[in-house]
Nanobody, 124 residues
């Protein structure tokens, strides 16, 4: 079970941190990873990042590299996505998902679970 939070309206150039509260899966103990994805209006779903539960290794999609950072808080069993230098094209619904193995390609054959999504709007 995954629950996203932290979405909202932000101005271009601003920052936002999304959180994914994880239950039924213990970060740092159970195998797998938590990925962040987004779906922009009129576009296909896009993989942004993934963090491995075991060793905290991170991988990023092209749109996220250099601007977004994913991290985990094992004590709170949450995964965060810090987004900087936001642009209008970052507008969309952001989801976290439980994944068997993080992949740099951001292409996954299946997912263990999805959150309900949180809306991010970048606009002045």
């Amino acid at each position: 079970h995954l629950v996203e939070s932290g979405g909202g309206l932000v101005q271009p150039g601003g920052s936002l941190t999304l959180s994914c509260a994880v239950s039924g899966f213990i970060l740092g103990r159970d195998a797998g990873g938590i990925g962040w994805f987004r779906r922009a209006p009129g576009k296909e779903r896009e993989g942004l990042s993934c963090i491995s539960s075991g060793d905290g290794t991170t991988v990023y999609g092209d749109s996220a590299k250099g601007r977004f950072t994913t991290s985990r808080d094992n004590a709170k069993n949450t995964v965060n996505l810090r987004m900087n230098s936001l642009k209008a094209e970052d507008t969309g619904t952001y989801y976290c998902a439980a994944i068997a193995v993080c992949k740099p390609s951001m292409v996954y054959p299946s997912f263990r679970a999805w959150g309900q999504g949180t809306q991010v709007t970048v606009s002045s």
